[in-house]
């Protein structure tokens, strides 16, 4: 990568989970996982 651009800017390191149907209808596990992960992760070092 360094060759062919010459530098490297910056990175992005991205993670997220996913559950699939109504909101409604999914494990409130799920639900936890979910907002556990996609909204209170660390999102920085």
Request: charged share 20%; aromatic share 4%.
């Given at each position: 990568?360094?060759?062919?651009?010459?530098?490297?800017d910056g990175v992005v390191v991205a993670a997220g989970?996913?559950?699939?149907?109504?909101?409604?209808?999914?494990?409130?596990?799920?639900?936890?996982?979910?907002?556990?992960?996609?909204?209170?992760?660390?999102?920085?070092?």
């Amino acid at each position: 990568m360094l060759e062919r651009h010459g530098r490297l800017d910056g990175v992005v390191v991205a993670a997220g989970v996913v559950a699939f149907g109504p909101s409604a209808e999914l494990d409130p596990a799920v639900l936890e996982e979910l907002v556990e992960v996609n909204a209170l992760a660390r999102s920085g070092w």
